[in-house]
């Protein structure tokens, strides 16, 4: 895992170094340069976690005719080295990176259909004269770009092109509104105007009088390639996931350097620490982190787990001031705005592991492809639902919501109801994409029309608000639509940006053995009752591992990996957060309206609404405005 930057065209060496160091972070243990005077630069920052004594980039492949700078992992890189080495290839190194270039002068661009692994790159082709960049599948590791006058750039995170002469810190309105809904910025917009994300599973070719973008895999369509029988019982398809599972944790326990598993003690992670110490021959060292709150502390349900399979676990518990110490930091650790303050705890978890590992296994995408999520009962209920006249359906849900008390605790039902009632509004109640984003986001759509100056308003292009939540419908139901969906926008945009930037900050590479493609494209064309069972999801994984993981873990309600944000914002960070959304320097910019900050904060303090999300969205998007200027 590394950090990487460059530019295609017109640059200097000082571009090139400034751009790479911004990266430093994600790559501490080395740095490399390659550049042609006036057409291409490539910098790599290096984690070294494969070869570590030959794998430093940028790589010059053997025949000389191309050069990569590479963030990622392959994991069938040795079985794709052998069947080039029969078709007379010579390798130099034992690297994965090697196996990417070689595999381009063989196949071009279709290498990118046999390579398995989670990667961004950066190839130039000497002979084209072509900068060929790609992202992985799932969009696990992150890649940006900008056309600017002349100048093609990219880097694995923003503050790599910022540092590029000429570029623009140019606030882009309708990406700041998809924010406010979202809580990230959807892929392939960036806050800033001119600038993109290569979206997962694309593909991207630069020349001098060239640009094409290209989409190489998508869940929309080759999960269908997977297909299963339509009669498959559950008993086989149990078999099947527990192959399929343990070939994936299996694969990402390959590194030369120490190896670990982040323990939440929830299913997902918790079946992925079982399956590791099942194939290891040795203990397995996994990490969970607490706080002294009960309600957010899962580190005794992560100690029963680590009990019960045996491995050598490590436990952190945190206080209040150790967190809350992190928050001027987000907006270094996150790159650019990103509303989720798990992203804090996972900071931790990530650093206290870093001490002893330099990979870390995660059970992320469990949730996204098993159904996981409280929304997914949501939807469940909706269904039952829906024959109620609309507007009494969702009047009953907000009235019954108000007689309840404001609670501060970790997703309290006055929250989940306001929050459900959010996804009735006419123009988007038909829609199951914009319903799951509504009732996981902040604003609603006519919350920004309130919060937003008017002039700002009338400038955003409010029909394509919701343009990344129209993935296409194919003949499927609700939940398999909602699940691919799942994987392209909040897993990608904001689970895996989460993770990805909490953990590379501190050097720490993250893998995930539920986003392996042939496992995750099996769950995908499951039969749905395999997946949730009234409201309950992720039945097959829990059925899977019933006699491998403690009662206590199997039957347990989901729960995120929370931090007491309601009590903050009322207590320890009142005062900070209030000067900081009242002050000039956010409400100035002319942005916001002053008015409707003013009320929000007010309902949320006085406890009339519970508003944390809309909250917590401005103060990071305010904490971010300050850390650019």
């Known amino acids: 895992m590394c950090g990487i930057a460059g530019f295609f065209g017109p640059g200097t060496k000082e571009d090139l170094e400034k751009m790479t160091r911004a990266l430093t972070r994600r790559g501490p243990d080395g740095e490399g340069f390659y550049m042609e005077e006036g057409a291409v630069g490539l910098g790599h920052r290096r984690l070294s976690v494969i070869d570590l004594s030959s794998g430093d980039q940028p790589m010059t492949s053997s025949s000389g005719k191309s050069v990569i700078v590479f963030n990622g992992e392959i994991y069938n890189f040795k079985e794709l080295k052998s069947e080039l080495e029969k078709s007379s290839f010579v390798f130099k190194t034992k690297s994965d990176t090697e196996v990417i270039l070689n595999g381009y002068?063989?196949?071009g661009t279709e290498v990118l259909k046999k390579i398995d692994g989670m990667f961004a790159f950066a190839l130039w082709d000497k002979k084209r004269q072509e900068l060929f960049l790609a992202r992985d599948r799932f969009g696990k590791k992150p890649l940006y770009f900008s056309q600017l006058a002349g100048s093609f750039i990219f880097g694995s995170e923003l503050k790599a092109l910022e540092q590029f002469a000429g570029f623009k810190k140019e606030i882009d309105q309708n990406s700041l509104a998809k924010y406010l809904i979202y809580d990230f910025v959807p892929s392939p917009h960036s806050i800033f105007k001119n600038t993109q994300k290569l979206d997962g599973g694309h593909f991207l070719v630069a020349g001098a009088k060239s640009f094409k973008i290209e989409k190489y895999f998508d869940p929309d369509t080759d999960y269908q390639k997977h297909a299963i029988p339509e009669k498959i019982t559950f008993k086989k398809a149990e078999e099947t996931f527990l192959n399929l599972f343990e070939k994936a944790v299996e694969k990402r326990l390959i590194a030369d350097v120490p190896l670990g598993v982040f323990l939440s003690g929830g299913i997902?992670?918790?079946s992925v620490a079982a399956m590791a110490q099942k194939i290891s021959g040795q203990k397995i060292k996994t990490f969970s982190i607490g706080f002294y709150e009960k309600e957010f502390d899962e580190s005794g349900y992560a100690r029963e787990v680590a009990k019960k399979?045996?491995?050598e676990h490590y436990e952190k518990i945190f206080s209040v001031k150790e967190a809350l110490d992190l928050i001027d930091k987000i907006p270094q650790i996150a790159d650019e705005p990103l509303a989720d303050a798990s992203i804090l705890p996972t900071h931790l978890l990530s650093s206290f592991a870093r001490e002893s590992v330099k990979v870390a296994l995660g059970g992320d995408g469990g949730d996204e492809l098993l159904l996981g999520y409280q929304t997914f009962s949501a939807e469940k209920i909706f269904q039952m639902m829906r024959f109620l006249p609309k507007n009494l359906f969702k009047k009953s849900i907000e009235c019954f919501a108000q007689t309840l008390k404001v609670s501060e605790g970790y997703m309290g039902l006055d929250f989940k109801l306001r929050q459900f009632a959010k996804g009735l509004e006419n123009e988007i109640y038909n829609h199951p994409g914009k319903r799951h984003q509504v009732w996981l986001g902040s604003f609603e759509l006519n919350e920004?029309?309130?919060?937003?100056?008017?002039?700002?308003?009338?400038?955003i292009n409010r029909e394509n608000i919701f343009e990344d939540v129209l993935a296409p419908r194919l003949n499927e139901n609700n939940f398999t639509y909602l699940s691919r969906l799942y994987l392209k926008r909040y897993l990608q945009d904001e689970v895996m940006v989460k993770v990805d930037r909490?953990?590379?900050?501190?050097?720490?590479e993250t893998r995930a053995p539920f986003l392996d493609t042939d496992l995750a494209m099996f769950l995908l064309s499951l039969p749905t009752q395999y997946k949730i069972q009234g409201f309950n999801g992720k039945r097959l994984l829990k059925h899977a591992m019933?006699?491998?993981l403690p009662k206590s873990i199997i039957h347990r309600k989901k729960k995120g990996f929370g931090i007491p944000l309601d009590r903050w914002i009322n207590n320890e960070l009142r005062d900070k957060i209030n000067d900081t959304l009242m002050s000039n320097d956010f409400i100035g910019q002319g942005l916001f309206d002053r008015k409707f900050v003013a009320e929000m904060?007010?309902?949320?303090?006085t406890k009339k609404i519970n508003n944390r999300k809309k909250i917590w969205n401005l103060f990071v998007l305010a904490l971010w405005f300050k850390s650019i200027k």
């Open 105 to 107: 002068e063989k196949w």
């Open 268 to 270: 997902d992670s918790s």
């Open 601 to 605: 904060l007010d309902n949320h303090h």
């Open 546 to 548: 019933k006699d491998i």
């Open 502 to 508: 909490a953990s590379m900050s501190v050097g720490l």
């Open 309 to 311: 399979i045996g491995s």
């Open 448 to 459: 920004i029309q309130k919060a937003l100056n008017p002039e700002i308003y009338q400038n």
